[in-house]
């Protein structure tokens, strides 16, 4: 659970104590301020720390409960910050979040992670090769890990840019597969924003805040510099999401105009086929004509009135050729031949 744990005097680490009964003790005797580093704590380990700094206990079940949405509140002399880290999974084309709370006093800065990011270790080793810096005090550690936070944005913009590049070329290829992709895709970019839009009225809040507790100059021009990068965060973000739905208005599109070719293609097909069918049932009924009188007259009963005409023959032949040339030209005029 106590994953770092070290007490820091004008800037500089002063002790690394075993357990907080040894910060408590320290911080008692010789002053300082404690940087408390915690890791999916039990709720136990959290009331020793909140009965030793005064946390308060809604500022608590948030820090033990997870899931919450960044934001900032003052509870006193104590600032309770919850952020949400993030990183990208290439592989699974996934934005995964962590999320970080943050408690703040005049003595004491307490972490609590419930993920692996943001990386922590990396903000406390940079701050101690800034010893002027830590020695600023809570809020100069706060102003750090928020800025690490928004580093590690960075990777994920360009993630998600690289996923919507493909997505492009995808949706003139006739990808079948690319509407699932901008769907998934677009829920990582919802979720994306409900992480970075609230950070941004996380750090008004503390800039709201710079007169009324006589911050330092040097922790504004930090933080400011940090709004920056996090209002270029949202806005590329933001330019996702509408690159995402106008793709998906494109592929719409396109599956319509594909259908609707389909449509004229069978369509033609069809009207090919009639058109075959009628020169099939017209040149059957020409030929079926004399195969009536040829049967008629091939029956040989004794008692037929042609049987015995001396013309018969000829007056079948021609009765066939007539009818023949007749249904031919019917149909000719028609169109059906």
Known sequence: ????????????????????????????ANGGMAWIGLYRPERDDLEVLAREFSLHELALEDAVDAHQRPKIERYGSTLFTVLRPARYLDQEEQVEFGEVHIFTGPDFVITVRHAETPDLGRVRERLEGQPDLLALGPEAVLYA??????????????GLENDIDEIEDQL?????????RIFDLSREVIDFQRAT????????????????????????????????????????????????????????????????????DMTAASLLQNEEVKKISSWAAILFAPT??????????DHMPELHFRYGYQMALGLMLVTSTTLYFIFKRRNWL
Do not use: C
């Open 1 to 28: 659970m106590l994953v770092k744990n070290a007490l820091y005097v004008n800037g500089v680490r002063a002790a690394d104590p075993v357990s907080l009964e040894q910060t408590f003790e320290h911080m008692r």
């Open 197 to 264: 839009h609230p950070l941004l009225e996380v750090i008004d809040a503390l800039e709201d805040g710079f007169e009324k507790y006589e911050v330092e100059l040097e922790l504004r021009q930090r933080l400011r510099d940090v709004n920056d990068h996090a209002l270029r965060v949202r806005d590329r973000v933001d330019a996702f999401r509408a690159v995402l739905e106008n793709a998906l208005t494109v592929q719409n599109t396109l599956v319509t105009q594909q259908q609707n070719q389909d449509m004229r």
């Open 145 to 158: 890990i928020i800025d690490q936070v928004v580093d590690e944005y960075a990777p994920v913009v360009a």
């Open 172 to 180: 003139f290829e006739g990808d079948p597969k690319v509407s699932r």
């Open 292 to 301: 009536l009188v040829g049967t008629v007259y091939g029956m040989n009963f």
